[in-house]
């Protein structure tokens, strides 16, 4: 039998060694366990990898001498990923083929490879005989030691000096000494350990944003995110996170007593409140499954305001008191100010929040105190999935429709996909939760792969706002078609009458979609992309809202010469315009992407409209959620089939859970809310359900639709683009891709290739295979049919579970 050694597989980043960069070592004399993190030779420098695969090989197997072999022996202490993680990130890496190197990017601790040292400690217990052999240089190093407590840290700011360096080598030899590599933490600020509060004067709070406010918008904008956290304890980085702000705005908010700085004894655990009958039912069957250790998924289906957070708290307290930490996910963290105090108020400083937006110190802090068990609550985005939690109890994915779920740049991973594995692997139940539940979960639901958990009625007294359709096909009939139906129109002066404030909601930016040539019919067409200019009226410029081209706007068409040139279409400017002109009352302010880019622009807006310096707000899709702005009683939507017109499968899906959330900003104070969407399509189900606020009415639409379409949940779908400046080369590769598709998938639904919805974007051809498989497939068999597809001038990019075709 041939001699076998034992090797340990580590991934480096792509960035230290390419796409694929998994290299195999000889283990070291204390060996090597998945997730360990190393030190590694790589050519002539030495990189940071985390161990893949532990194995025993022999020569045969590996292709060459055991000679060749590099050593990786250089651990770095307290830094290893749990092995279950590192599952998850194969999971990733197989289901949505990529490189394990790109998979495990997402997994690992943020700017760690700044922050290692190299830590020489000295072996207490040495014998005196092996002390008094030392020379007077090797004395004077130990003494260094001993001064310093045992042990002497070198970082890339701090070096030995060399003499020290080569006594200390020396100690190492005798066995006085021992070396290693560990993660130095950052220097105490002036900031480190603050915790701070929102004072808990909810009127002093409220004058200031109807006075000052306007004047000071960073704060107030700060002040209006934190609302409803007055309970619980923040640290100075996550107010900044979460509001977008500096430490001068927090210092600010201190100085004028807005916020409260907190002492470092803990707060207070606030008491559960009592839980309704159905919300019981739900806790009941989530702390059963909890106990049991039992994996399965739960949809837990309830109207807004019905409670669905306080359930979560409930199971995940049960899991606590077990001794298992919590995964708790949200889409956006800037949007859960509220779940924080939440969860510190239930569980005090036992929560941890993991996201990018934090500063390195932060971010590398709150995963060192995953990793250690100091912290058993995790919340964050999709990337907390691969926190470093050891025996997760429950996995939490709050409002699971959300499209961010889903990683749009590599790795491309679902997190609804990547947590079910989790909970599998850890014996661990998942709760998705949502007021308007994914088709997919609710048909789960429905056909018992997903228990279904339903909060019918709202906690508190709150009502849901009335919603009205209106048909803007009348004004045309009549000859007078307007920019606000009459119902709309009455329903602004009303409201702005009564002292009270609008939202108006159209989701397209710029002034019009387009500028069209009366004469000739001319249309003006980004030179990159194949979408026409929207024209910016206040910028005098047309601007392609895909690649960001320029140009000023014309005064005569480049055609004939003509000066008839006319905007075709709307966006919120015009609308902005039309409310200035037609409503006296109106002190009218937008927000959209061309405003918030310009420094200040969106605390500003925002400050303002809450101060009630303005009363009409227009928007697109930003002033769909986050924010409450209690004097909010009327919400009109200028033109529901914007979304709806999208040419993509889930256009129907994603406007009713637009409208449904944007219905939602309407009356959130004391008065009742009203809602007024405009459409050419009143007859269409997603309107005439997000007006009824009836999901299932809906659901029974679409998936008779998808079923019909053969779409999710019916298939599984891998969306397979390709693009190249060289449309040949790109009309070429997307046939090959064809072919080997065929030949290698039997029993998959091919359709394509064929354009993208837009062809050209960034002067890149786009060209598309859809691939339509069984709904619980592998995807593996795909990647394999395309193993060494690299065809040139273009690039292939697969996407598996696309949230969009466009």
Not at 109 to 115: L, Q, S
Not at 117 to 122: D, F, K, Q, T, V
């Amino acid at each position: 039998m041939s001699e076998s050694i034992l090797v340990v597989d580590v991934a480096v980043s792509p960035r230290d060694g390419g796409t694929d960069a998994v290299y195999t070592y000889r283990c070291g004399p204390d060996g090597a366990t998945v997730g360990d993190a190393f030190i590694v030779p790589l050519g002539s420098r030495e990189v940071l990898g985390f161990a893949v695969a532990v194995r025993r090989t022999n020569e045969a197997e590996l292709g060459f001498g055991f000679g060749r072999l590099r050593v990786a022996d250089q651990r770095v202490a307290g830094l290893s990923v749990p092995e279950p993680i590192v599952e998850a990130v194969r999971f990733v890496a197989d289901e949505y083929l990529c490189p394990i190197t790109q998979a495990l990017s997402v997994a690992l601790p943020p700017g760690v490879r700044d922050r290692l040292g190299a830590e020489w400690r000295l072996v207490e217990g040495a014998s005196s005989e092996l002390r008094q052999a030392l020379t007077v240089a090797q004395r004077e190093t130990v003494r260094s030691l001993e001064d310093a407590g045992g042990a002497l840290v070198e970082t890339p700011g701090k070096k030995i000096a060399a003499e020290a360096l080569r006594s200390l080598k020396l100690l190492r030899a005798k066995g006085l000494v021992t070396f290693g590599l560990r993660v130095v933490p950052f220097a105490e600020g002036r900031q480190a350990g603050r915790s701070v509060r929102l004072n808990p004067d909810a009127e002093r709070i409220e004058r200031f944003l109807r006075t000052e406010g306007k004047r000071k918008p960073a704060q107030a904008l700060t002040l209006m995110k934190l609302q409803g956290t007055e309970s619980s304890s923040l640290t100075v980085a996550e107010v900044r996170a979460l509001a977008g702000v500096t430490d001068q705005t927090v210092r600010a908010l201190l100085a004028a007593g807005l916020l409260q700085e907190l002492g470092e004894e803990p707060a207070p655990i606030r008491p559960a409140p009592e839980p309704n009958a159905t919300q019981q039912t739900a806790i009941d069957a989530l702390t059963e499954a909890v106990r049991a250790r039992r994996s399965g998924g739960f949809l837990l289906y309830g109207v807004t305001g019905s409670g669905k957070t306080e359930v979560y708290l409930r199971a995940a307290a049960e899991s606590l008191r077990l001794g298992r930490p919590v995964l708790y996910l949200v889409p956006e963290i800037a949007l859960t100010a509220q779940v924080i105090a939440q969860l510190r108020d239930r569980f005090g400083k036992g929560v941890a929040v993991l996201h990018s937006d934090l500063p390195p110190k932060e971010r590398l802090e709150n995963w060192m105190r995953v990793r250690s068990g100091e912290a058993s609550v995790v919340l964050g985005p999709r990337s907390a999935l691969f926190a470093p939690l050891r025996d997760i109890g429950l996995i939490i994915l709050d409002e699971e429709h959300e499209a961010s779920y889903k990683q749009e740049n590599a790795p491309r991973y679902h997190t609804k996909r990547v947590a079910q594995f989790l909970g599998e692997r850890f014996g661990a139940p998942l709760v998705l939760g949502s007021a308007t539940p994914s088709l997919e979960s609710y048909y789960e639901a429905l056909q018992g792969r997903l228990t279904l958990l339903r909060l019918p009625e709202r906690a508190a007294a709150a009502s849901l706002p009335s919603v009205h359709l209106e048909d803007l096909r009348v004004g045309y009939r009549q000859g007078k078609p307007a920019m606000f139906t009459a119902a709309l129109h009455e329903r602004i002066e009303e409201t702005l009458e009564r002292g009270e404030q609008v939202i108006l909601f159209l989701n397209r930016r710029a002034y019009s979609s387009f500028l069209l040539c009366r004469e000739c019919g001319h249309r003006f067409a980004c030179r990159y992309c194949a979408v026409t200019l929207s024209y910016h009226r206040l910028e005098k410029a047309l601007r392609c809202h895909h690649c960001d081209h320029r140009e000023r706007a014309p005064d005569t068409c480049p055609t004939c010469g003509s000066t008839k040139i006319a905007p075709m279409g709307m966006g919120t400017e015009k609308v902005e315009e039309a409310v200035a002109i037609e409503f006296p009352r109106a002190s009218v302010d937008r927000l959209d992407r061309d405003v918030a880019r310009r420094r200040g622009a969106l605390e500003a807006t925002f400050a303002g409209f809450r101060s009630g310096a303005t009363n009409v707000l227009v928007g697109t899709q930003m002033v769909a959620k986050g924010l409450d702005f209690p004097n909010v009683t009327l919400v009109g939507v200028i033109a529901a089939d914007v979304s709806l017109n999208i040419p993509d499968f889930r256009a129907s899906e994603r406007t009713f859970q637009l409208l449904s959330q944007v219905a939602g900003r309407a009356g959130r104070g004391r008065r009742p809310g009203h809602v007024v969407i405009q459409t050419f399509n009143p007859e269409n189900v997603a309107l005439e359900a997000a007006r009824d606020h009836d999901f299932e009415t809906f659901y029974a639409a679409m998936i008779e639709e998808r079923e019909q379409a053969q779409y999710p949940p019916f298939v599984r779908l891998v969306n397979v683009l390709v693009t190249g400046e060289d449309r040949g080369a790109v009309v070429r590769a997307s046939a090959e891709l064809r072919r080997r598709l065929e030949a290698g998938l039997s029993e998959a639904i091919l359709m394509g290739p064929t354009d993208c919805p837009i062809e050209r974007i960034q002067n890149k051809w786009r060209r598309h295979l859809v691939v339509k498989l069984n709904p619980d497939a592998d995807a593996r068999p795909l990647g394999t049919a395309l193993d060494g597809f690299a065809p040139s001038k273009v690039q292939v990019t697969i996407d598996v579970d696309p949230q969009s075709l466009a």
